[in-house]
């Protein structure tokens, strides 16, 4: 709309200057130096950052708490809401980094978490575990702790998680347990190959999860999927090293809530143990698995591309002689291709009891050492096939 009345033009100006100035004033920006956090990665800056933390929750304005360049060590940090508004967010420019005495923090579950929080992101900056002194333990005869997840999220909501980098966590790098609408994008995480218990990513019990665009390199699965999983999307991830994309293990209870509507696209899993697998242990379970799509998916020489295993049992302890109870339905393998390093490209291992069913396999292409010499293995499954199918179906 046109203005020609000059007066008409200040009055509009005014109320813009009105508008904007209001809405910065309702925004507080907390930098956790002014709270005492010291970046020079010998002070402990906790204290400083749930200060912050506690100022923004219990305010009704909307706040962002941020990290600035330097590095913060930081030796526990719980944030608990529920908080009188939000968005909250932390902006980190800088890098947290965990105790490297792994005493510190590794009987406890979590290094940092949030819980029953609303509207949370955290935008940008590293968080290291300082997790290789553990894994040296671990590969020790020594009794060792469990080791700390670094950040965990529990019983939240409206989460995002953007250009994070978790570096060396001690145990899981990020867990999603009890969320409902959460969003990762941009993360990186990076672990060594050999180093124990490094999932990625583990979501559990929450739905409406989405994991795009991220890049994961670590000593165990990229991403973890556990039991009361719904609505997962995962797209555009590289994987390894690391043990793959997996469902499960699932069945280590009886009593167990299902895996529902995941879909796992655009994904690239370069020198991993496994591709897309599902696993579930050899035991009695009311658990599920139905409607999963694995769809466009890259494998350079992943030892187990495709695989389903309902009998995992490790160190045939509390299993042997069992079988499945979980009922593993409606799976499709889309577009799946690249190079087996071992010759069973494809392993369905179901449920002698609950047999895999509706298993669907189009347009897959994997070669053992660049030859179409690959194997399938079949037992206790049922399913069709679609398009060009190679190695040769065993359904």
């Known amino acids: ?18 508008f904007f100035t209001k809405s910065i004033a ?50 526990q940090a719980y944030f608990k809401g529920k908080c009188n508004n939000n968005p909250i967010i932390f902006r980190i420019d800088g890098s947290i980094v965990a105790p490297f005495d792994y005493n510190v923090i590794g009987n406890e ?21 300082q997790g290789s002194s553990l894994w040296t333990c671990k590969s020790s005869t020594k009794n060792c702790p469990r080791g700390a997840t670094t950040l965990g999220f529990s019983n939240s909501n409206n989460v995002s998680i953007t250009g994070l980098t978790s570096l060396n966590s001690q145990m899981f790098h990020i867990v999603i347990n009890g969320c409902k609408n959460v969003k990762l994008q941009g993360v990186k995480v990076y672990a060594p190959g050999e180093s124990p218990n490094t999932d990625g990513i583990h979501v559990q019990l929450s739905s409406d999860i989405s994991i795009l665009n991220s890049i994961i390199s670590t000593g165990d699965d990229c991403v973890s999927i556990g039991p009361g999983t719904s609505n997962l999307w995962i797209q555009n991830v590289a994987c390894g090293p690391g043990h793959g994309i ?40 009311t658990g599920f698995v139905n409607n999963v799509l694995f769809q466009h998916v890259a494998m350079i020489d992943v030892e187990n591309p495709i695989v389903i295993d309902q009998n995992y049992c490790p160190y045939n302890k509390n299993c042997p002689g069992q079988v499945s109870g979980v009922k593993v339905s409606d799976v499709t393998y889309q577009d799946i291709h690249g190079s087996s390093a071992t010759r069973v490209a494809m392993k369905f291992d179901c449920s002698k009891r609950n047999p895999c069913k509706g298993i669907k396999l189009e347009d897959v292409n994997l070669s053992y050492k660049n030859e179409p010499a690959a194997e399938a293995s079949c037992s206790n499954v049922a399913g069709t096939t679609t398009g060009v199918i190679q190695p040769t179906s065993c359904l």
């Open 1 to 18: 709309m046109k203005i020609n009345n000059p007066f008409s033009s200040i009055l509009l100006i005014s109320f813009f200057s009105i």
């Open 246 to 285: 997996s469902i499960g293990s699932l069945a280590k209870d009886f009593e167990e809530a299902g895996v529902q509507n995941v879909t796992v696209k655009s994904v690239m899993f370069m020198n991993t143990q496994n591709g897309v697998r599902i696993k579930t242990w050899g035991r009695p379970s």
């Open 109 to 129: 579950k979590n290094w940092i978490l949030f819980q029953g929080v609303d509207g949370v992101s955290i935008v940008g900056g590293n968080l290291d575990g």
């Open 26 to 75: 309702d925004v507080m920006f907390l930098n956790v130096i002014n709270f005492g956090a010291k970046s020079d990665n010998k002070t402990d800056s906790s204290y400083a950052f749930l200060s912050a933390w506690d100022l923004a929750c219990n305010s009704s304005k909307s706040s962002t708490i941020y990290v600035p360049k330097g590095i913060f060590l930081v030796k």
